[in-house]
């Protein structure tokens, strides 16, 4: 995950918003695609009267809602604005997955609103302090047992690297 001191210095970049009556309400953000994660910053749940029907949990889910993150018991009485905040420790997605909060069906003349805030970031090499991915990279110049079979670097060390100098069996050229 990445440092919490740099995703509290993250503004807010998206907030979905769903409202809907006497029908399950699910306000979601689609994957970002591969490389991406959402972070969720917060999340409100509110409704116009309190719930009809006893044991309706409201759910923060990922990926696809297979996986709950959190969730609400909304009890047989009026309830305020439920409102979260994740500040110190966002709840985040898969690599290329969605996230969404979803409210059941209130019961009839009921509306519900839910509303999602988060950031996207990319995963992986995004943020100071997270593990670099490493890739094999002969260190040429040196010889005999001064010469490591290869060392770490970050993927945007090859960028800098002269033009022939990434390791040969990696490419196929062995």
Same mark, same amino acid.
Do not use: C
């Given at each position: 995950m990445a440092a919490a001191e740099t995703l509290l &210095?993250? @503004?807010i970049e998206w907030s979905v918003r769903a409202?809907?009556?006497? *029908?399950t309400v699910t306000a979601s953000k689609a994957a970002a695609g591969l490389g991406f994660r959402h972070y969720v910053f917060g999340v409100s749940l509110s409704s116009s009267? @309190? @719930?009809? *029907?006893g044991g309706v949990e409201a759910q923060l %889910?990922?990926?696809?809602g297979s *996986?709950?993150?959190d969730g609400w018991l909304l009890a047989? &009485?009026?309830f305020p604005p439920i409102i979260v905040h994740y500040l110190s420790h966002p709840f985040q997605s898969s690599d290329n997955g969605d996230v969404d909060v979803n409210i059941p069906a209130l019961g009839s003349g009921i509306s519900a609103t839910a509303v999602l805030k988060g950031t996207? %970031? &990319?995963?992986g090499l995004a943020y100071p302090g997270s593990r670099p991915r490493r890739l094999s990279v002969h260190a040429k110049g040196l010889s005999g047992s001064q010469r490591p079979p290869w060392r770490y670097l970050r993927a945007s060390d090859l960028q800098r690297l002269p033009q022939g100098s990434q390791d040969r069996r990696a490419s196929g050229m062995a």
């Amino acid at each position: 995950m990445a440092a919490a001191e740099t995703l509290l &210095a993250s @503004p807010i970049e998206w907030s979905v918003r769903a409202t809907g009556t006497n *029908v399950t309400v699910t306000a979601s953000k689609a994957a970002a695609g591969l490389g991406f994660r959402h972070y969720v910053f917060g999340v409100s749940l509110s409704s116009s009267a @309190p @719930p009809a *029907v006893g044991g309706v949990e409201a759910q923060l %889910r990922k990926d696809s809602g297979s *996986v709950i993150l959190d969730g609400w018991l909304l009890a047989l &009485a009026a309830f305020p604005p439920i409102i979260v905040h994740y500040l110190s420790h966002p709840f985040q997605s898969s690599d290329n997955g969605d996230v969404d909060v979803n409210i059941p069906a209130l019961g009839s003349g009921i509306s519900a609103t839910a509303v999602l805030k988060g950031t996207t %970031r &990319a995963s992986g090499l995004a943020y100071p302090g997270s593990r670099p991915r490493r890739l094999s990279v002969h260190a040429k110049g040196l010889s005999g047992s001064q010469r490591p079979p290869w060392r770490y670097l970050r993927a945007s060390d090859l960028q800098r690297l002269p033009q022939g100098s990434q390791d040969r069996r990696a490419s196929g050229m062995a």
